[in-house]
């Protein structure tokens, strides 16, 4: 998949340093455009930190957020350390941990035994998933999700290395800066992805893995304390109660139910349609099944639990899952990302007047889409969001066409 390139050994290793801090300096640059949406950018010329101040207070204010205390105590402190404005240390907090997050999942892959390449390639795929490369457009919203992305990644790094000592606060932390964490037990408790196989009862393994559900009683100690301490228990109780109203707004109307379903597909819908390639194929491996099944799973708990609780043009809330696929993204899918790399394949579609047909009537509908009906709906044109949604759209079908040729 990738070109042969010899890289000097002493340059090696700040690779995934330089490449994060590259993609998280594009991410920056993007949300900090002229004539954009973005939430950093209120004014659509300049960094508007009076935006971000209220956004920091009413995180801090508002129940749902308010026990999430610890992306907002980072930024305040960072503000009174550096003396600067709130605004100015929401940027540097929450971009600081995007950079590191990139870092982490590339030694989370060589963990996992994935060599440099594939390592930097899992990277590449982390940074230009929706939820990351949006990260802080509107409605995507990030706040809390750098600092816990960082932390669910040490925790699986910690996790498959079998360090319990640096697992459990690390795990804690992140279901501290979102309750959602917890969503990921189950499969790591089920499919151990990234430890050897053992096929062992259930009951057997939950003794040898009692460790993994320990972050639960510490967070249920501190949201306990935390949430009694700033008197958040009746909020908590009120906020709690109308929650399943959100989806009664996730669907209301067509416009509604359009933007939600595209929300959930511009987060997963390439991870889920080459999870069902692979596995369609029957010829996977004990640790390629662990992390599809790992995958599948969290994508089944979350999803509705978004739709019932939750705005879902919030697409952040969908990419849970892919923490099992992030780290090991160029090892499961090789096979499937060389299909669209080799140039005979291309040579040999162009021969057959009906793959270009197919070719050309899956663009023109795509085109129809993204950039007419889209775009009537009266979802958000001041963004980048139609033409991701259009070149996503446009590799996915090209894969489809090029499987169609390799299979017939």
Not at 174 to 199: H, N, Q, W, Y
Not at 222 to 242: P, R
Not at 389 to 408: A, G
Request: charged share 15%; proline share 5%.
């Amino acid at each position: 998949m990738f070109p042969k390139v010899t890289i000097p050994p002493q340059f090696s290793k700040g690779l995934p340093w330089v490449l994060s801090f590259l993609f998280t300096l594009f991410i920056y640059k993007i949300h900090m455009t002229p004539n954009v949406d973005s939430m950093l950018n209120e004014n659509n010329d300049r960094l508007s930190l009076v935006f971000l101040k209220s956004q920091i207070r009413y995180h801090q204010e508002f129940a749902p957020f308010a026990r999430r205390p610890l992306t907002s105590n980072l930024i305040e402190t960072t503000a009174q350390v550096f003396d600067i404005p709130l605004g100015k240390a929401f940027v540097w907090v929450n971009f600081f941990f995007l950079f590191l997050s990139g870092v982490l999942l590339y030694t989370l892959s060589r963990a996992l035994h994935a060599s440099q390449k594939q390592g930097l390639g899992n990277m590449v795929v982390y940074f230009l998933s929706f939820s990351v490369l949006f990260s802080f457009f509107p409605p995507v919203f990030s706040y809390d999700e750098p600092l816990q992305y960082c932390l669910i990644l040490l925790a699986l790094w910690a996790f498959v290395q079998r360090r319990w000592l640096l697992y459990v606060p690390c795990f804690t932390l992140a279901l501290i800066c979102r309750e959602t964490s917890v969503l990921l037990l189950p499969a790591l408790f089920f499919f151990c992805p990234g430890l050897p196989d053992e096929k062992k009862p259930w009951h057997t393994r939950l003794k040898k893995y009692a460790p993994l559900f320990l972050p639960l009683l510490f967070y249920g100690l501190f949201i306990g304390y935390y949430l009694e301490a700033n008197d958040l228990w009746g909020a908590t109780q009120n906020e709690m109660s109308s929650r399943f109203g959100c989806f009664l707004e996730n669907f209301e109307n067509t416009k509604n139910t359009i933007e939600s379903l595209t929300s959930l597909f511009l987060s997963l819908g390439p991870f889920l349609y080459l999870t069902y390639v692979v596995l369609k194929r029957k010829a996977v491996s004990g640790f390629d099944k662990k992390w599809l099944h790992a995958f599948l799973l969290t994508v089944a708990l979350n999803t509705p639990l978004v739709f019932l609780t939750s705005f879902a043009r919030e697409s952040r809330l969908f990419a849970l899952p892919l923490f099992f696929l992030w780290p090991v993204f160029v090892q499961l899918f090789s096979n499937e990302l060389r299909l669209l790399t080799k140039w005979k394949t291309y040579i040999q579609l162009a021969k057959d007047y009906r793959y270009i047909l197919l070719f050309l009537g899956l663009t023109l509908l795509n085109y129809l889409l993204c950039f007419k009906m889209y775009k009537k709906l009266g979802l958000r044109e001041n963004n980048y969001f139609t033409e991701y949604l259009f070149v996503l759209l446009l590799l996915l079908s090209v894969h489809f066409i090029v499987r169609r040729l390799k299979t017939f």
